[in-house]
């Protein structure tokens, strides 16, 4: 038996999802092409069939991850279950020197052979999850996992892995995942989470020289050859997103719909399951709700723009996902990353819009067709909280709207970062040039100077925290990923890449990162937004 296998089956439990929920275990392999019509489960066991051609080499893993965890990253590194995953080097090399085809290696269904046994490095239990979901503002039906595998749980959290092949959803795609997507996913959560805002993890991320042909990044029609990677992440409840909910709802499967329902309040919200249906299920959306809310409202201080908003993005937990085209602002007012999203709808002054019509039509697979004003309150009050907090003023909605008029009064001068001059205000006092006579930042230094002298206890402790939490030093910015990226790609030295994670883990330590990040990481970059750097299309 591998040491592999051994440190995986140590790693790893068996999801409790299976226990619970029903599963597809029809035997499948890649050369039977997908299926349209998977009805009455949440998912269908898989294997991990491109693992054979990405023979997947270790770049990094997150220190943060592996303690979340309850492990040790050395320790991740050294195992062969996550360095190189050696094993499969190993047996495909064995397969060549006996001149076997690869495709030799599928044939045997029941996974009695020689590659499907060593596959147990993946559990038996690895599966890809089915769901729905709204994309672009309309319903497309069954979508699922086309690229990912869900390996097992640990510390309660469900552990995927993204870019491991082909599976039963993945219908035209390939399964693969380019190197430069799944590491942009592996840096935003890792910096989500430095910002204390909701996020699946990251735990591992690896490269292979496989390619896999993608339109450019620049959004051009033009396909080119792209480098392949491989992701490992965890959440709470991965598998179940918006879209698990709304297709059954679609298919009129009210069976599997209170199923979900009530794995989803036993396991997401502990909340006890006794009640009547309609009742479990107006209380799902409420505390969905909350949850989206409250991620709606960090994107919002924060300056976040997603990207891709569709409804099978959206995970009932209430933790961002699915990082593909996605920004920080910085001296734009109303950015749009995403090269593919050509109506604009997913840009930043649409994102809470977008997140509203999600928890709508969550409601709405649920019979809960007020969900999108409940959002709309509870975000509101979430967000005033948290702009108050930013501006290191006390809570209320004056303050909330000074607040905001501020933010929009920065983001109208082209000139100014966002973050980078919200910092200087608020530490500081530091008013640009730009802004000198804008009343509302001259409203805000009498306010905070009286704050102070009337509450100096209070005003300290709110400075400290807007400081310490809410105004990051470090901007997690595209330009500098991409260079990081490119780096890679030409000394194959993850350097660079490691650097970003470090400092995504520490976005407000200021003497760290002024003493070890060069002086470009912390600034916009002088050329502005560049398609295929800045701004990217959905083509991953």
Same mark, same amino acid.
């Given at each position: 038996?591998?040491? +592999?296998?051994?440190? %995986?089956?140590?790693?790893?439990?068996?999801?409790?999802?299976?226990?619970?929920?029903?599963?597809?275990?029809?035997?499948?392999?890649?050369?039977?092409?997908?299926?349209?019509?998977?009805?009455?489960?949440?998912?269908?066991?898989?294997?991990?069939?491109?693992?054979? *051609?990405?023979?997947? @080499?270790?770049?990094?893993? +997150? =220190?943060?991850?592996?303690?979340? %965890?309850?492990? /040790?990253?050395? *320790?991740?590194?050294?195992?062969?279950?996550?360095?190189?995953?050696? #094993?499969? =080097? $190993?047996?495909?090399?064995?397969?060549? @020197?006996?001149?076997?085809?690869?495709? $030799?290696?599928? &044939?045997?269904?029941?996974?009695?052979? *020689?590659?499907?046994?060593?596959?147990?490095?993946?559990?038996? #239990?690895?599966?890809?999850?089915?769901?729905?979901?709204?994309?672009?503002?309309? !319903?497309?039906?069954?979508?699922?996992?086309?690229?990912?595998?869900? &390996?097992?749980?640990?510390?309660?959290?469900?552990?995927?892995?993204?870019?491991?092949?082909?599976?039963?959803?993945?219908?035209?795609?390939?399964?693969?995942?380019?190197?430069? +997507?799944?590491?942009?996913?592996?840096?935003?959560?890792?910096?989500?989470?430095?910002?204390? &805002?909701?996020?699946?993890?990251?735990?591992?991320? #690896?490269?292979?020289?496989?390619?896999?042909?993608?339109?450019?990044?620049?959004?051009?029609?033009?396909?080119?050859?792209?480098?392949?990677?491989?992701?490992?992440?965890?959440?709470?409840?991965?598998?179940?997103? !918006?879209?698990?909910?709304?297709?059954?709802?679609?298919?009129? $499967?009210?069976?599997?719909?209170?199923?979900?329902?009530?794995?989803?309040?036993?396991?997401?919200?502990?909340?006890?399951?006794?009640?009547?249906?309609?009742? =479990?299920?107006?209380?799902?959306?409420?505390?969905?709700?909350?949850?989206?809310?409250?991620?709606?409202?960090?994107?919002?201080?924060?300056?976040?723009?997603?990207?891709?908003?569709?409804?099978?993005?959206?995970?009932?937990?209430?933790?961002?996902?699915?990082?593909?085209?996605?920004?920080?602002?910085?001296?734009?007012?109303?950015?749009?990353?995403?090269?593919?999203?050509?109506?604009?709808?997913?840009?930043?002054?649409?994102?809470?819009?977008?997140?509203?019509?999600?928890?709508?039509?969550?409601?709405?697979?649920?019979?809960?067709?007020?969900?999108?004003?409940?959002?709309?309150?509870?975000?509101?009050?979430?967000?005033? *909280?948290? #702009?108050?907090?930013?501006?290191?003023?006390?809570?209320?909605?004056?303050?909330?709207?000074?607040?905001?008029?501020?933010?929009?009064?920065?983001?109208?001068?082209?000139?100014?970062?966002?973050?980078?001059?919200?910092? =200087?205000?608020?530490? $500081?006092?530091?008013?640009?040039?730009?802004?000198?006579?804008?009343?509302?930042?001259?409203?805000?230094? /009498?306010?905070?100077?009286?704050?102070?002298?009337?509450?100096?206890?209070?005003?300290?402790?709110?400075?400290?925290?807007?400081?310490?939490?809410?105004?990051?030093?470090?901007?997690?910015?595209?330009?500098?990923?991409?260079?990081? &990226?490119?780096?890679?790609?030409?000394?194959?030295?993850?350097?660079?890449?490691? %650097?970003?994670?470090?400092?995504?883990?520490?976005?407000?330590?200021?003497?760290?990162?002024?003493?070890?990040?060069?002086?470009?990481?912390?600034?916009?970059?002088?050329?502005?937004?560049?398609?295929?750097?800045?701004?990217?299309?959905?083509?991953?």
């Amino acid at each position: 038996e591998s040491s +592999s296998m051994v440190a %995986l089956d140590n790693f790893l439990t068996r999801p409790k999802i299976l226990d619970c929920l029903p599963i597809d275990n029809e035997v499948w392999f890649p050369a039977l092409g997908s299926r349209s019509e998977i009805r009455g489960v949440v998912g269908s066991f898989c294997r991990p069939y491109a693992l054979a *051609e990405l023979q997947p @080499e270790l770049v990094c893993v +997150s =220190k943060t991850g592996a303690v979340t %965890l309850g492990l /040790d990253a050395d *320790e991740i590194c050294n195992s062969d279950a996550f360095a190189s995953l050696s #094993w499969v =080097k $190993d047996f495909v090399q064995k397969t060549k @020197e006996s001149s076997s085809s690869l495709d $030799d290696l599928f &044939i045997d269904l029941d996974g009695s052979n *020689e590659f499907m046994n060593q596959a147990a490095m993946l559990p038996q #239990w690895s599966y890809a999850s089915c769901y729905g979901g709204h994309q672009f503002g309309v !319903f497309a039906g069954q979508l699922g996992d086309g690229r990912c595998l869900t &390996i097992g749980e640990r510390q309660n959290y469900e552990l995927n892995l993204k870019g491991s092949g082909q599976t039963q959803y993945s219908r035209n795609g390939d399964g693969l995942v380019t190197f430069r +997507s799944a590491a942009r996913e592996f840096l935003a959560a890792e910096y989500l989470h430095g910002l204390n &805002i909701p996020t699946t993890r990251s735990l591992a991320l #690896w490269a292979s020289d496989l390619q896999a042909w993608r339109a450019a990044p620049d959004g051009t029609n033009y396909a080119a050859p792209e480098r392949t990677g491989l992701l490992a992440r965890f959440g709470t409840a991965l598998s179940l997103r !918006f879209g698990t909910l709304e297709l059954a709802a679609a298919r009129g $499967d009210s069976i599997l719909l209170n199923q979900i329902v009530d794995f989803a309040l036993d396991t997401i919200f502990s909340t006890s399951r006794t009640g009547e249906a309609s009742s =479990k299920r107006a209380e799902l959306v409420l505390l969905t709700a909350d949850r989206t809310a409250r991620l709606a409202a960090y994107f919002d201080v924060f300056g976040f723009v997603h990207g891709v908003l569709n409804t099978d993005n959206f995970c009932l937990a209430g933790e961002a996902l699915d990082f593909g085209p996605f920004a920080f602002v910085e001296t734009e007012y109303d950015l749009s990353p995403n090269l593919s999203d050509r109506t604009g709808r997913y840009r930043r002054t649409k994102q809470v819009s977008a997140f509203r019509s999600a928890v709508a039509h969550l409601g709405d697979a649920l019979g809960q067709h007020n969900s999108g004003h409940i959002f709309e309150t509870l975000y509101e009050n979430r967000r005033n *909280e948290l #702009w108050c907090a930013r501006f290191a003023l006390r809570m209320n909605e004056d303050n909330a709207r000074l607040a905001l008029t501020i933010a929009d009064a920065i983001l109208a001068v082209p000139e100014l970062d966002f973050s980078n001059t919200l910092r =200087k205000l608020i530490l $500081d006092r530091i008013v640009p040039l730009e802004l000198s006579s804008s009343p509302c930042v001259l409203e805000y230094i /009498d306010r905070i100077s009286r704050f102070e002298r009337d509450h100096p206890v209070s005003a300290h402790k709110a400075l400290e925290y807007a400081l310490n939490f809410l105004n990051p030093v470090f901007v997690l910015r595209n330009s500098v990923i991409h260079d990081a &990226i490119e780096s890679f790609f030409a000394t194959e030295d993850p350097a660079d890449i490691q %650097l970003l994670i470090e400092a995504s883990s520490r976005p407000f330590d200021h003497e760290w990162l002024q003493k070890n990040l060069p002086s470009s990481f912390l600034e916009p970059s002088v050329q502005g937004r560049i398609p295929g750097q800045s701004l990217l299309s959905c083509s991953s």
